[in-house]
């Protein structure tokens, strides 16, 4: 078995780590980027129920 060694001469500020983390945690939307995920869905829905929908019905010939 071969022995792995990492090296210890990283240094890491933890105040530094910690704002990486609340970065990643909380991220800003771009200006003028607004997500509707709940409006999306309805129309999705809505969409997908009209395709799945019977035709409507012909007139019959005489």
Wanted: proline share 11%; hydrophobic share 40%; aromatic share 2%.
């Amino acid at each position: 078995m071969v022995k792995v060694t990492t090296p210890t001469t990283a240094t890491t500020s933890l105040a530094g780590l910690t704002d990486d983390v609340e970065a990643l945690l909380d991220p800003v939307e771009p200006q003028g980027h607004i997500s509707y995920d709940a409006e999306c869905g309805a129309l999705l829905l809505a969409a997908g129920a009209a395709l799945l929908a019977p035709p409507a019905p012909r007139p019959k010939k005489r």
